[in-house]
């Protein structure tokens, strides 16, 4: 686990709280007794040594993270002057042939790295259970001889925020144009970055701007800085050496191109090239191997031959004169990855296999839809309005106050009532933050059998609300009071089937999450969160941070009409999409929808140059309307209580 500078250990780190959402999972980082159904996550390193060993005592499902364990077997036997060991361990997984060639490496003769002997057999022959990430190293399993229950299942990929472009372009002394290619990770030989120099030598004679950037731990015996400055590249390539997984994610989104090529391979899947993929970034890798089995669509395949340098050079060539089809890449890329390889997909995949293999069941691969929605740079579409604007508008001719608000806010009240999921006599709907304006809708037309309200006041009490349409139709509801970020809600766990927090939580000044935890108890599983918010991010909040305006939506502070007079709540915290996103996955929800939308729907022309602004910058454009809308249904428990990115101190 981190801060173990192993891809594996990053690996794991994801994949733990995924399962989290769908299993008990307990941790273990060293050896010991462990209780229920082991899962060992098994690399070619010493890294691995007390799993593999524990691996053995306990066998458990073993995920191979690559096919061959030579340099892991190597650790655990020479490096601890146990040549017998070795010896043995060769012979049991190659026979004679390999005996002999352990007996030259006990004699110094050749170097312990022989292909042909991958030391699986002996953790397969203890294993109850495989899992892999390619049909490459599947196919090398069955060949050892493993016929024991077998899962490939993707390696997971991060979806993680686009970073900061231009900051960490900054950092490079790099402007928005500059064509920057990127090499990351463990900078090995066999990630072909002498060629790939070669390459970038040849592109800089057509593009004498471009730069390249190296970012990851040095290999001891490769001396990179000599060969880059052998070539007469030192003002085109910068060494970056090992970084915090920050300021490594914040490099991926500063280049335009990355590239991630191996040979040899044994099958090994890389958590770099999912971490690219997942940034929308336009990929480069050799066509073998696990990296072949990616669809021809999200990227470039450099054959692994005599043309391999030549290449290299015609696709970074390709790809920095036509940047928009590396951008084009890079979007297939993105949502590809969600939709097939996300950590809550991979995660429901292991448990469900290891269910199938302490239950002694075979295991057929589901099909496992994303929970979650596409990236929160790119909108999920709300459904057509399903209650007419004329009908809303009736309940709000009380007074001219109510029927102004209305006008202003009609286009939202249409949002969502068509993103609220309608009922039946059997379903129960709360409504936080009830003014009666869509109150009715939610029963006459949504069809929800029990309406209720809650608004702030003293907990316990309970307005008894009654309110008439211009047509003359009656509607009655009561209203509980108490604080939502304080008090227990007065309902029975699992009670209802919707609840509506509608342009609420941007007004709560003190614990969020309270509030989240709570609507997660009372709602039933698989039931549904609708929340609606004022948007930090949208184009008008843009414009008015870059005019020198506050970006808040509602900043300002509200003067009582007599002195000594409590008035409503301001705005506290307005959010931005990606936030709501994240607010939603921390409290148990996945997200079926977002997106976001006018109060109003009238011209905004004046935020135009706002939007080429963030086209000329590669920075989202979508997500940028007054309003978000949300809808979260309950997956399970809440997931943080106190979220570090709302939260001082949290985690």
């Known amino acids: 686990m981190p801060p173990a500078k192993s891809g594996i250990a990053d690996y794991s780190a994801a994949l733990v709280e ?6 008990q999972v307990t941790v273990q980082e060293q050896a010991g007794p462990a209780a229920g159904l082991g899962l060992y996550q098994i690399g070619n390193n010493g890294h691995h040594a007390f799993v593999y060993e524990e691996a053995l005592r306990h ?66 022959a203890a294993s109850r259970g495989v899992i892999v990430h390619s049909e490459a190293v599947a196919q090398d399993v069955r060949r050892a001889g493993y016929s024991g229950p077998l899962a490939k299942i993707p390696h997971g990929a991060w979806l993680p925020e686009l970073g900061d472009r231009m900051g960490f372009r900054t950092r490079l ?70 970084t915090p997984i920050e300021d490594f ?36 890798v050799s066509n073998i191997g696990s990296f072949a089995e990616y669809p021809d669509s999200i990227c470039l395949k450099v054959p692994v031959d005599a043309t391999e340098e030549d ?73 057509a309005p399903v209650v007419e604007p004329a009908y809303i508008q ?47 809708a939610l029963k006459n037309k949504l069809g929800y059998g029990e309406v209720r ?52 939580i941007e007004h709560l000044p003190s614990d969020p999450m309270h509030m989240m935890a709570e609507i997660n108890r009372i709602l039933k599983p698989g039931g549904h969160f609708v929340v609606t918010t004022p948007n930090i991010a949208s184009l008008r909040a843009l414009r008015a941070a870059l005019d020198g305006y506050h970006p808040g939506f509602f900043p300002a502070y509200i003067k009582p009409s007599k002195p000594g007079e409590e008035v409503e709540a301001r705005h506290a915290r307005e959010y931005t999409p990606k936030e709501i996103y994240l607010l939603l996955l921390d409290a148990g929800f996945e997200v079926a929808l977002l997106e976001t939308g006018e109060f109003r729907d009238v011209p905004r022309p004046e935020d135009q140059w706002i939007l080429h602004l963030l086209e000329r910058y590669l920075l989202p454009t979508t997500l940028r309307g007054d309003g978000i809308y949300a809808v979260g249904k309950k997956l399970g428990p809440i997931q943080k209580r106190y979220p570090a990115w709302l939260y001082e101190g949290g985690s």
């Open 18 to 23: 995924a399962l989290h959402r769908h299993a």
């Open 59 to 124: 066998p458990g499902v073993v995920v191979l993270h690559e096919s061959n364990l030579h340099h892991l077997i190597t650790d655990l036997t020479i490096c601890r002057q146990d040549w017998d060991a070795y010896v043995a361990a060769c012979e049991f997984d190659g026979g004679p042939a390999a005996l002999a060639f352990a007996e030259r490496v006990r004699r110094l003769e050749v170097g312990p790295d022989y292909e042909g002997v991958p030391m699986l057999k002996r953790i397969l």
């Open 311 to 383: 290449t290299i050079f015609e696709y970074l060539n390709l790809l920095v004169s036509r940047p928009e089809l590396g951008r084009q890449m890079g979007a297939r890329a993105r949502a590809w990855v969600e939709q097939e390889c996300s950590w809550d997909i991979c995660a429901r995949q292991y448990v469900d296999f290891l269910d199938a293999v302490e239950s002694g069941r075979t295991w057929t691969p589901a099909i496992v839809a994303a929970p979650f929605p596409a990236p929160p740079e790119e909108p999920i579409e709300a459904p």
């Open 173 to 242: 002394g790099l402007d928005q144009a500059t064509p920057l290619i990127g090499i990351f990770g463990f900078l090995k030989p066999y990630k072909r970055i002498a060629e790939s120099l070669r390459a970038f030598k040849r592109l800089i004679r057509l593009r004498p701007d471009a730069r390249m950037v190296l970012v990851g731990e040095a290999h001891p015996d490769f001396p990179l800085a000599s060969l880059i400055r052998g070539m007469g590249l030192e003002e085109h390539v910068r060494l970056l050496g090992f």
């Open 453 to 504: 309200g809650c608004y702030y006041g003293p907990a316990g009490e309970v307005d008894h609300r009654s309110v008439t349409s211009s047509e003359g139709e009656t509607f009655t509801c009561d209203v509980d009071l108490f604080d939502a970020e304080k008090d227990i809600f007065p309902y029975p766990d699992e009670y209802f089937s919707t609840v509506l927090c509608c342009e609420l």
């Open 249 to 284: 994610n914040g490099y991926i989104a500063a280049c335009d191109v990355i590239l991630n090529l191996r040979f040899p391979t044994v099958g090994e899947s890389s958590g770099t090239l999912l971490r690219s993929l997942g940034m929308g970034r336009a990929v480069i």
């Open 394 to 440: 009736t309940w709000m001719a009380e007074t001219e106050e109510s029927k102004q608000y209305g006008e202003i806010h009609l286009t939202r009240f249409e949002k969502t009532l068509a993103i609220t999921p309608p009922g039946s006599a059997l379903d129960r709907i709360l409504e936080m933050g009830a003014y009666l304006q869509i109150t009715p």
